[in-house]
């Protein structure tokens, strides 16, 4: 079973502050995605990184996909409360099977 | 013009019962799916659908049966329901099943069993 561990699992911060999110695996994925949760929503894609070292920007978002495929990072400057959500990583395979980290819950006060 | 639309949005029934969920898309897209999301909001896939074929069938009781009519809808149906059944449940769909195609959920079908 492929398994992806999200860190921290909670993470409440003030508006301003920088905050950085961890997908680790023991596994290799051939890409890895992040997706946005608010209440009562379904996920909503973020960003899919492909290549090892790979990093993309979205706005005050970095992502980063780890030289090896296997973990991923995602960077939060100057965090608002519009950030705040449920935060997955997703590993997925070749054949297109996605597995979920376990989830961040941002809140992020005013 | 909703994109993944599930029917209904909250359920609630007794244990021994059977329901089921709809689910509709109207990306075009050739893949849809079924992912249930427990209390501690940790999402686990259940089935894969590609052009009405089965795909991805994880360990999931026989009680759960999934039924693809066409490309563009994908039901589910729960036989006997149990306690543990209780969760939020996600349909998506996505355009090929490869590593780079994302999933495009719907706002869920939140089923509490009694």
């Known amino acids: 079973t492929q398994l992806l561990e999200q860190s921290p699992q909670f993470l409440s911060i003030q508006e301003g502050e920088n905050l950085t999110v961890y997908c680790n695996s023991s596994s290799v994925f051939s890409s890895l995605q992040w997706y946005r949760q608010e209440p009562g929503e379904g996920p909503v894609l973020l960003v899919t990184v492909v290549t090892g070292g790979e990093v993309k920007k979205l706005k005050r978002l970095t992502f980063q996909f780890g030289d090896a495929r296997k973990d991923s990072s995602l960077h939060i400057t100057a965090a608002q409360p519009g950030d705040t959500g449920l935060y997955l990583c997703?590993?997925?395979?070749?054949?297109?099977?996605?597995?979920f980290g376990d989830g961040t819950t941002l809140t992020v006060k005013p | 013009d909703t994109a993944v639309s599930q029917t209904p949005k909250y359920l609630v029934t007794q244990m021994g019962n059977d329901k089921s969920i709809k689910c509709e898309q109207n990306?075009?897209?050739?893949?849809m799916y079924w992912y249930k999301q427990d209390s501690k909001k940790f999402l686990k896939i259940m089935f894969s659908?590609?052009?009405?074929?089965?795909?991805i069938n994880e360990t999931v009781p026989n009680r759960f049966s999934p039924k693809s009519p066409d490309k563009a809808h994908l039901n589910l149906h729960i036989n006997s329901l149990e306690l543990g059944d209780s969760a939020v449940y996600f349909c998506?769909?996505?355009?090929?099943?490869?590593?780079?195609?994302?999933?495009?959920f719907g706002n869920g079908t939140r089923l509490t069993v009694t």
């Open positions: 659908y590609n052009n009405k074929e089965l795909i």
């Open positions: 997703a590993g997925v395979t070749n054949a297109g099977k996605s597995t």
């Open positions: 990306l075009g897209h050739d893949t």
């Open positions: 998506a769909s996505s355009q090929g099943n490869s590593y780079n195609s994302p999933l495009h």
